[in-house]
Protein backbone atom coordinates (compact mmCIF):
# COMPACT_ATOMS: atom_id res chain seq x y z
CA UNK A 1 0.00 0.00 0.00
CA UNK A 2 0.96 3.39 -0.21
CA UNK A 3 2.97 4.97 2.27
CA UNK A 4 4.86 8.05 2.62
CA UNK A 5 6.80 8.73 5.81
CA UNK A 6 8.79 11.92 6.96
CA UNK A 7 12.09 12.59 9.00
CA UNK A 8 14.42 14.84 10.11
CA UNK A 9 16.30 16.45 13.22
CA UNK A 10 13.45 17.64 15.36
CA UNK A 11 15.37 20.77 16.33
CA UNK A 12 17.35 23.06 14.65
CA UNK A 13 19.30 26.20 15.65
CA UNK A 14 18.26 29.67 14.19
CA UNK A 15 19.70 31.15 10.57
CA UNK A 16 20.19 26.99 9.98
CA UNK A 17 19.24 24.84 7.68
CA UNK A 18 16.39 21.96 7.87
CA UNK A 19 16.84 18.92 6.00
CA UNK A 20 14.04 16.60 5.65
CA UNK A 21 13.47 13.25 4.22
CA UNK A 22 10.22 11.78 2.36
CA UNK A 23 10.56 7.85 2.30
CA UNK A 24 7.83 6.73 0.03
CA UNK A 25 6.64 2.77 -0.47
CA UNK A 26 4.03 1.60 -2.47
CA UNK A 27 4.71 3.82 -6.13
CA UNK A 28 7.04 5.20 -7.74
CA UNK A 29 8.22 8.73 -7.73
CA UNK A 30 8.56 8.58 -11.53
CA UNK A 31 4.56 8.39 -11.42
CA UNK A 32 3.55 10.50 -9.08
CA UNK A 33 3.80 14.14 -8.23
CA UNK A 34 4.85 14.28 -3.93
CA UNK A 35 4.51 17.70 -2.52
CA UNK A 36 5.36 19.40 1.22
CA UNK A 37 2.85 20.97 3.10
CA UNK A 38 3.47 22.27 7.25
CA UNK A 39 1.81 23.35 9.45
CA UNK A 40 2.91 25.88 12.47
CA UNK A 41 1.85 24.82 15.96
CA UNK A 42 -2.10 25.27 16.70
CA UNK A 43 -2.42 27.56 13.06
CA UNK A 44 -3.26 25.77 9.64
CA UNK A 45 -1.65 24.45 6.34
CA UNK A 46 0.78 26.05 4.43
CA UNK A 47 2.10 24.40 0.94
CA UNK A 48 5.25 24.65 0.75
CA UNK A 49 6.51 23.15 -2.54
CA UNK A 50 6.21 20.10 -5.03
CA UNK A 51 8.52 17.54 -6.94
CA UNK A 52 7.01 16.19 -10.13
CA UNK A 53 6.65 12.96 -11.41
CA UNK A 54 9.01 13.94 -14.43
CA UNK A 55 11.81 15.84 -11.94
CA UNK A 56 10.33 19.11 -12.09
CA UNK A 57 10.01 21.32 -9.17
CA UNK A 58 7.62 24.09 -8.03
CA UNK A 59 7.78 26.39 -4.86
CA UNK A 60 5.47 28.59 -2.74
CA UNK A 61 6.75 31.78 -3.82
CA UNK A 62 7.25 33.31 -0.04
CA UNK A 63 9.36 30.28 0.76
CA UNK A 64 11.24 29.86 -2.85
CA UNK A 65 14.12 31.62 -1.96
CA UNK A 66 14.96 29.56 1.03
CA UNK A 67 13.41 26.02 -0.13
CA UNK A 68 15.11 23.30 -2.56
CA UNK A 69 13.10 19.86 -3.50
CA UNK A 70 15.03 17.24 -4.51
CA UNK A 71 15.01 13.82 -4.72
CA UNK A 72 16.72 10.05 -5.27
CA UNK A 73 14.46 7.37 -7.11
CA UNK A 74 16.58 4.84 -6.36
CA UNK A 75 15.73 4.93 -2.41
CA UNK A 76 12.45 6.47 -3.16
CA UNK A 77 13.20 9.40 -1.02
CA UNK A 78 12.29 13.26 -1.79
CA UNK A 79 14.25 15.74 0.15
CA UNK A 80 13.70 19.06 1.60
CA UNK A 81 15.91 21.68 2.04
CA UNK A 82 15.21 24.98 3.90
CA UNK A 83 17.62 27.66 5.13
CA UNK A 84 17.77 30.88 7.21
CA UNK A 85 15.59 29.04 10.11
CA UNK A 86 13.89 31.51 12.29
CA UNK A 87 11.09 30.68 14.44
CA UNK A 88 8.20 30.93 12.96
CA UNK A 89 9.18 28.29 10.38
CA UNK A 90 8.65 26.10 13.51
CA UNK A 91 6.26 23.55 12.97
CA UNK A 92 4.38 19.93 11.64
CA UNK A 93 5.93 19.19 8.02
CA UNK A 94 4.30 16.71 6.10
CA UNK A 95 4.76 15.34 2.52
CA UNK A 96 1.72 13.91 0.74
CA UNK A 97 1.20 12.16 -2.43
CA UNK A 98 -1.57 12.91 -5.29
CA UNK A 99 -4.71 10.36 -5.75
CA UNK A 100 -3.65 10.58 -9.61
CA UNK A 101 -1.04 11.90 -11.50
CA UNK A 102 -1.38 16.12 -11.87
CA UNK A 103 -4.04 16.20 -9.84
CA UNK A 104 -3.77 17.91 -6.67
CA UNK A 105 -5.60 16.00 -4.93
CA UNK A 106 -3.70 14.91 -1.67
CA UNK A 107 -5.01 11.42 -0.82
CA UNK A 108 -2.14 9.84 0.90
CA UNK A 109 -0.02 11.89 4.08
CA UNK A 110 2.70 11.05 6.13
CA UNK A 111 2.33 11.20 10.17
CA UNK A 112 4.76 14.73 9.98
CA UNK A 113 6.94 15.59 11.71
CA UNK A 114 7.62 18.21 14.27
CA UNK A 115 10.87 20.58 13.64
CA UNK A 116 11.59 22.85 16.13
CA UNK A 117 13.23 26.09 15.45
CA UNK A 118 15.09 27.06 18.76
CA UNK A 119 18.52 27.83 20.08
CA UNK B 1 -2.32 35.31 -5.18
CA UNK B 2 -5.58 33.59 -4.38
CA UNK B 3 -7.20 34.09 -0.99
CA UNK B 4 -9.38 31.79 0.61
CA UNK B 5 -11.54 32.28 3.55
CA UNK B 6 -13.55 29.96 5.16
CA UNK B 7 -16.58 30.98 7.51
CA UNK B 8 -17.08 30.14 10.39
CA UNK B 9 -13.87 29.95 12.66
CA UNK B 10 -15.79 27.98 14.61
CA UNK B 11 -19.13 26.08 14.46
CA UNK B 12 -20.64 24.39 16.98
CA UNK B 13 -23.65 21.57 16.89
CA UNK B 14 -25.33 18.80 18.01
CA UNK B 15 -25.28 14.87 16.96
CA UNK B 16 -27.46 14.75 14.17
CA UNK B 17 -27.74 18.20 12.72
CA UNK B 18 -27.25 19.35 9.19
CA UNK B 19 -23.91 21.47 9.23
CA UNK B 20 -23.06 23.65 6.79
CA UNK B 21 -19.26 25.32 6.18
CA UNK B 22 -18.19 27.81 3.59
CA UNK B 23 -15.38 28.77 1.76
CA UNK B 24 -14.69 32.01 -0.59
CA UNK B 25 -12.27 32.36 -3.12
CA UNK B 26 -11.04 35.79 -3.81
CA UNK B 27 -11.32 34.90 -7.64
CA UNK B 28 -12.92 32.23 -9.80
CA UNK B 29 -11.41 29.00 -9.13
CA UNK B 30 -12.81 26.60 -11.21
CA UNK B 31 -14.04 24.36 -8.94
CA UNK B 32 -10.53 23.17 -8.08
CA UNK B 33 -10.90 22.53 -4.91
CA UNK B 34 -10.72 19.73 -2.34
CA UNK B 35 -11.89 19.85 1.00
CA UNK B 36 -9.68 17.90 3.84
CA UNK B 37 -10.21 17.26 7.22
CA UNK B 38 -7.97 17.28 10.45
CA UNK B 39 -8.38 15.77 13.90
CA UNK B 40 -6.51 16.58 16.79
CA UNK B 41 -2.63 15.39 16.56
CA UNK B 42 -3.35 13.74 13.06
CA UNK B 43 -2.39 14.26 9.12
CA UNK B 44 -5.13 15.39 7.37
CA UNK B 45 -7.43 13.32 5.53
CA UNK B 46 -9.00 13.95 2.09
CA UNK B 47 -12.77 14.15 2.08
CA UNK B 48 -14.00 15.54 -1.41
CA UNK B 49 -11.68 16.84 -4.63
CA UNK B 50 -12.88 18.60 -7.27
CA UNK B 51 -15.49 20.51 -5.15
CA UNK B 52 -18.01 17.41 -5.05
CA UNK B 53 -16.31 14.21 -5.77
CA UNK B 54 -15.98 11.83 -2.32
CA UNK B 55 -12.84 10.34 -1.74
CA UNK B 56 -12.84 6.79 -1.13
CA UNK B 57 -13.88 5.65 2.13
CA UNK B 58 -15.83 9.14 2.82
CA UNK B 59 -19.02 8.53 4.80
CA UNK B 60 -22.04 9.47 2.64
CA UNK B 61 -22.66 12.19 5.24
CA UNK B 62 -20.00 14.61 3.90
CA UNK B 63 -20.77 16.36 0.14
CA UNK B 64 -19.49 19.15 -1.81
CA UNK B 65 -20.74 21.78 -3.54
CA UNK B 66 -19.73 25.08 -5.21
CA UNK B 67 -18.52 27.09 -8.13
CA UNK B 68 -16.66 30.52 -9.09
CA UNK B 69 -15.73 31.76 -5.93
CA UNK B 70 -18.21 29.43 -3.34
CA UNK B 71 -18.03 26.42 -2.02
CA UNK B 72 -19.44 24.98 0.18
CA UNK B 73 -19.14 21.67 3.15
CA UNK B 74 -22.48 20.03 3.78
CA UNK B 75 -22.30 17.02 6.56
CA UNK B 76 -25.83 15.94 6.48
CA UNK B 77 -25.97 14.37 9.98
CA UNK B 78 -23.05 15.19 12.42
CA UNK B 79 -21.86 12.31 14.31
CA UNK B 80 -19.33 12.48 17.15
CA UNK B 81 -16.58 11.91 14.74
CA UNK B 82 -16.69 14.20 12.86
CA UNK B 83 -15.44 16.67 15.35
CA UNK B 84 -12.36 18.46 13.19
CA UNK B 85 -10.84 21.14 11.88
CA UNK B 86 -12.01 21.35 8.21
CA UNK B 87 -9.62 23.21 5.39
CA UNK B 88 -10.77 24.40 2.27
CA UNK B 89 -7.47 24.21 -0.11
CA UNK B 90 -7.36 25.57 -4.16
CA UNK B 91 -5.23 24.03 -7.23
CA UNK B 92 -6.72 26.58 -9.56
CA UNK B 93 -3.81 29.22 -9.40
CA UNK B 94 -1.11 28.12 -7.09
CA UNK B 95 -1.50 26.23 -4.17
CA UNK B 96 -3.65 27.66 -0.81
CA UNK B 97 -5.23 26.74 2.16
CA UNK B 98 -8.00 28.47 3.87
CA UNK B 99 -7.23 29.23 7.72
CA UNK B 100 -9.86 26.44 8.54
CA UNK B 101 -13.36 26.47 10.24
CA UNK B 102 -12.94 24.39 13.62
CA UNK B 103 -16.19 21.77 14.27
CA UNK B 104 -16.96 21.41 18.11
CA UNK B 105 -19.82 19.63 19.63
CA UNK B 106 -22.72 21.60 21.14
Known amino acids: QVQLKESGPGLVQPSQTLSLTCTVS????????VHWVRQPPGKGLEWMGR???????SYNSALKSRLSISRDTSKNQVFLKMNSLQTDDTGTYYC?????????????WGQGTLVTVSS | DIQMTQSPPVLSASVGDRVTLSCKAS??????LDWYQQKHGEAPKLLIY???NLQTGIPSRFSGSGSGTDYTLTISSLQPEDVATYYC????????FGAGTKLELK
Open chain 1, 96 to 108: TREKFITTNWFAY
Open chain 1, 26 to 33: GFSLTSYN
Open chain 1, 51 to 57: MRYNGDT
Open chain 2, 27 to 32: QNINKN
Open chain 2, 50 to 52: YTN
Open chain 2, 89 to 96: YQYNSGYT
